[in-house]
């Protein structure tokens, strides 16, 4: 809803609607009646439209996308509309963020002024629609079309000052935002209005609208391709330049109403909220976000300086804590270190961050090669090298030096978090946190609860994961957890592939046609086919296997003939120049397709007696994209994973699933649970020694109801207990 008071001739609206003042039907309709009494009332002279508690509204309400409330009268469009038509004067007075609908209502308004700290921003474009209340036809008349253009298709945030100099905020106002509008109002009281309804304004750079247009529509289809918004908001950009405010609008309405129904919008939806919900964890037992205090955490430390260590440093030091860093040699700190400050300069270097905010975080780091300097320190994250026995020593230390409430955790990708809090006497205080690379930038941190971790170190490890900016998912204990679990099938098959008739390119090329940005193959050059085939013979060492046989290894997906043979000729990947593709040169990112490859690989299929074939696309793309679909759903039945939303912001953000396709499991709702089963016990009818391939329960299950099932209760299907 939205409150109306007058404060002696100035009506004042807030909008009022916790946490961020979403503009459901409640408030437009509050804003609309309060602009109409407000109008109506001789002694109103002006108006002032502000939000309740942190925020200027964000934007209409997501929410009322699928249920069909944001056509409702009055839309956003009328009351935007109803806004500009007043006689009397309306000023934004803007805190917090003026994001989508919030700044179509500012536009609406005659005037605009902002807190320091304000920041105003289109970003429809990242949940699939467009500024679509007449974002698209505004903006461009008040600022021009090319920062219009820049701003709607990015979806970026514009900072108080910005907004200043692009026209968008007319006064940056220091104090209480609110009353610094009513002065402002009071000031303006007497103004003729005529000069101030932005939809009779003229688009100031409209002889060039062609060429801009143009060239952002070019610039939209190479950065995102295949996306429908950022297209659309060119479209009806291009619009506002060519027509009057009143034809316009009805072009972006048709456009929005298109989007608003896409798979596309759906998708994107769906992946907004199910970031946010991933931090509200629960586990067997019934604690959860909601009933467990974490401990305060005003120190860290981290174990090992290497790239990920070093990226981890920087996290904690970014949120302004204090953070030890702890390494075996002098060599090995140094390196750190120099890693570490070489980042900050080039963060310096690109205006990213001042010299003196460098200086400060910087000042928050305390190299050591002393265990016992840890002793106060609450958290502990190690990063040393992926090898049981290391770890386990180092928590063995960890555990003896550090206060007996400090948390240690791990930052493991693949190994058993129980046997590593085994070397501790404290496991209730062991957890894992699986960053990503590069860790200073990667927003996804996958947690892994152990069998003995308490919900309070979960709760405090939740709390420090979204301190240090990430998006935490807590999942349980298993080899490789859920991200790493579900990548095994889908690169075993994209090996696979190449035995039977595929060449790596060819694999590769079907997965970015997908989306994904870098194909399977890439990858494995990317990460080093030495470090694959070192984790290979590792894992096989771990259950009981000789790692050169193909009869101990193949029935449990570690059979990589095409990777081995290139591994035995020094082809290691990009950082040799060669691997799956050639390089131009070592280092290089371009991956080149090379005929010696395909040798290689034909040859082998001639030693084994395979006869190759021709592979179809669609083939390819089941085989990769299926059999990890599969692996997710067994993550769900086993209890590994909680929810279809946490698998899915898992692969949005560790691992480059397309955002538009929501993730793995939302786009298995997509292709329909029954389809994707049928094809799965096919692939597992004709490779029945491949585990990967065995159609998982809870999928089973979910096919055989009679209706589908929404994502939302796949859980209520599963029918093991939480292992979280
Ligand atoms: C015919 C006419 C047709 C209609 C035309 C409409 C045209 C219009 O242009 C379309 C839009 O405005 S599209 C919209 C364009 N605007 C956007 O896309 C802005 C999206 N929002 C944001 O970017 C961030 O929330 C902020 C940066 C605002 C705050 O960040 P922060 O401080 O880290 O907070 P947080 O954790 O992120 O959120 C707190 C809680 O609020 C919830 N919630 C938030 N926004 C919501 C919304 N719009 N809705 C609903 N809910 C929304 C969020 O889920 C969470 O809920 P929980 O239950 O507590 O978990």
Known sequence: MADYRKQGDVAVLHANNPPVNALSYHVRQGLYDGIEAAEKDPSVKCIVICGKGKTFPVGADIREFASGSAKKFPNLIEVCDKIEACTKPVVAAIHGFALGGGLEISLGCHYRIGGTSCKVGFPEVNIGVLPGAGGTQRLPRVIGLKPSLDIITSGCHVGAKEALKLGILDKIVQGDVVTEGIKFAKSVQNQPLHGRRVSTMAVPDVSQANALCNSAMAEVKRKSSGLLAPVACVKSLRVAAQTPYKDGIKIESALMLQLMTSGQAKALQYAFFAERLASKWQVPGGASHATVTPRPVKSCAVVGGGYMGSGIVMCILNAGLPCILVEANQ???????KMIQGLYAGSVKLGKMSEQDAKKTLSLLKPTLRYEDLKDVDVVIEAVFEDMKLKQEVFGKLDKVCKKDALLCSNTSTLNIDKIASATRRPDRVMGMHFFAPAYYMKLLENIRGAETSPQTVATVTQLSVKIGKVPVLVGNCHGFVGNRMMAPYTTEAQRLLEEGAYPHQVDQVIEEFGIPIGPLKVGDLTGLDVSWKI?????????????????????????????????KGRLGRKTGAGFYKYEKAGSKVAIPDPLVMDIIDHHCREEGIDRRRIPPQEIYERCL???INEGFKTLEEGIAARPEDVDIIWLLGYGWPRYTGGPMHFASQIGLRRLYGRIEYYHNKYPDR????????????????HPVPLAQWGQFASTTSRL
Do not use: C
């Not at 590792?538 to 009981?544: C, I, N």
């Open 331 to 337: 060599k090995f700190l140094d390196r750190g270190i």
């Open 536 to 568: 290979t013979r590792e894992v096989s060492r771990m259950l009981g296997l000789d790692h050169t046989k193909r009869e101990d290894v193949e029935p449990f997906g570690l059979y990589f003939p095409v990777r081995n043979a290139l591994y035995e």
């Open 691 to 706: 585990d990967h391939w065995t159609p998982s329960r809870l999928l089973k299950t979910l096919s055989q109801q009679e």
């Open 626 to 628: 299926y059999s990890l």
